[in-house]
Every structure is written in structure tokens, then in C-alpha cells.
């Protein structure tokens, strides 16, 4: 684990009450294609197991911060698209294994994250 950025945290239970005291329904996306910095730091792939413990706990933080003020989570929007993009289109046999592993890691740990 790392530190948290509670200054972020802030910054977003400041945004989500307001929407929310505006009777706006929040659903939220915990991964579209970003992701905190730390994931890049860390030096860890998509490819790696880690990878996936990280974001399960990247997901726990959000829903024990963000939790009352989201009722509604997505946990990955098109994890295929985002091993494409960080793998490659033009397809051989071993970048087609590289997007194939990387996708199954992110939707494989998607059931870890059920708050």
C-alpha cells in the first residue's frame, strides 16, 4: 500500500456531495483508461498478478471514501480497448497473448472489488 492523497480525497467527497445535494445519482468508473500515478511508479504490468492486487485495493479505498456518496460502480470500461492501446493493434502472435493476458488479469480480479 501506499500513502493516500487525502487532499484528493477531499477534493472528490466535495464534488460527489455536491452532485448528490443536487439530486444527481452518481456512477462512477473506477477504471477508464487512468490510474493513479502509483500504478506507473510501481513498475508493475498489467501482465503481473500484482498489478491486479493493486487495483483491488485502489477499488477498497474508493468505496471506503467515496462509498456513501456512489451508489453506483463500474469496475473496467473495455479492458480489451486498454490492452490493445498498451500492447499494440498490429497483432503477432506475441503481443495477441500480451492483450490477451491483460485483459483476462483486469476482468479476473473485477470480482475482488464487490464492496
Known amino acids: ?38 500504478f506507473a511508479i510501481n513498475g508493475t504490468s498489467k501482465l503481473d498478478p500484482e498489478w491486479g492486487r493493486s487495483y483491488v485495493n485502489y477499488a477498497e479505498v474508493c468505496f471506503k471514501y467515496f462509498g456513501d456518496l456512489v451508489p453506483y460502480w463500474f469496475t473496467f470500461d473495455e479492458p480489451i480497448f486498454d490492452a490493445m492501446v498498451t500492447f499494440g493493434y498490429d497483432y503477432n502472435e506475441e503481443k495477441g497473448r500480451n492483450v490477451y493476458r491483460a485483459s483476462h488479469n483486469a476482468v479476473s480480479y473485477t470480482h475482488l472489488t464487490l464492496p
Not at 1 to 19: C, D, W
Request: proline letters at 3%; zero cysteines; a neutral charge.
Open 1 to 38: 500500500g501506499t500513502e493516500i492523497n487525502m487532499k484528493a480525497v477531499t477534493f472528490y467527497r466535495t464534488f460527489l456531495t455536491a452532485l448528490k445535494e443536487a439530486g444527481i445519482t452518481v456512477y462512477a468508473n473506477i477504471f477508464h483508461q487512468d490510474l493513479p500515478a502509483i
